[in-house]
């Protein structure tokens, strides 16, 4: 079964953007779970303008399925949350300062010694680790020397290849390195601009994955077709 943990980022910026607290961060984590989804994704980010390090403190209590919490762990800030919080899993990305969005995975052969140690600070605590990376053999390859446990497979240009109608091709690099990433003996996860139309064929594709982590797309779905309706929508595209 491939899990489908919410990511709750777009609430908590909704909120901030009237300041009190409405809508409510950790009711809608508490909601996401009774709707369905098998876990809850956070990324909290240094300026804390989604989801913010008191929003992660909170959330941990109510979580009854999978924690997630992805992050630039260059932040010390970031690191001290993560093993404070101890979520099911962290999941590392290498963001830049003040960056809009995750837009590349990690150069796991440039910055092997790094991730080496962090994913061992990070699972001596029991928190299981993924890695961000881009579908390219040689990353994945250099994925598995790390250490981590599994990796997360960033799907952009997937998402962006296959609206312009080019399902096969934008899925086949995934396709080559999920396999690879298997046979390293890695799990698999992915996101990144994963939407309701574009998740059925990567998962027919990939039915090994793991988990897949979906944010922005459910959540603009859930403004016209209710959050409980959309999560059921998106765990429909995961059973094929
Ligand atoms: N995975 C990572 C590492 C991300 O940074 C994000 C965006 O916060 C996602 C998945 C989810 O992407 P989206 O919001 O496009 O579904």
């Known amino acids: 079964m491939t899990k489908l943990s919410v990511n709750i980022n777009k609430i908590a910026t909704l909120r901030n953007s009237r300041g009190g607290n409405n809508p409510d961060v950790i009711k809608a984590a508490i909601d996401v ?6 876990g809850v994704t956070v990324h909290p980010r240094p300026d804390e303008r989604h989801i ?3 929003d992660v403190r909170g959330i941990k209590p109510i979580i009854t399925t999978e924690f997630n919490i992805e992050g630039n762990c260059r932040e010390q800030k970031f690191v ?14 290498p963001d830049a300062q003040g960056q809009l969005t995750s837009d590349h995975g990690w150069d796991t052969i440039a910055h092997a010694n790094y991730l080496r140690e962090m994913i061992a600070l990070f699972k001596q605590a029991g928190i299981r680790v993924s890695i961000f990376v881009d579908p390219v053999l040689r990353m994945v390859e250099g994925a598995a020397a790390t250490g981590t446990d599994r990796i997360e497979l960033y799907t952009e240009a997937y998402a962006r290849q296959f609206a312009a109608g080019n399902r096969e091709a934008a899925a086949a690099p995934y396709v080559a390195a999920a396999r690879r990433a298997r046979e390293l003996g890695l799990g698999i996860n992915a996101g990144h601009d994963l939407d309701r139309f574009n998740l059925q064929y990567f998962h027919q594709q990939i039915p090994f994955l793991q ?28 059973i094929s």
């Open 33 to 38: 779970q009774r709707f369905g989804a098998d």
């Open 52 to 54: 913010t390090y008191a």
């Open 80 to 93: 001290d949350l993560v093993l404070e919080v101890k979520p099911h899993q962290v999941t590392l990305v």
């Open 211 to 238: 988990e897949v982590s979906i944010g922005h797309a459910l959540i603009c779905d859930a403004l016209y077709l209710g959050l409980e309706n959309t999560i059921q929508i998106y765990k429909r595209q995961l």
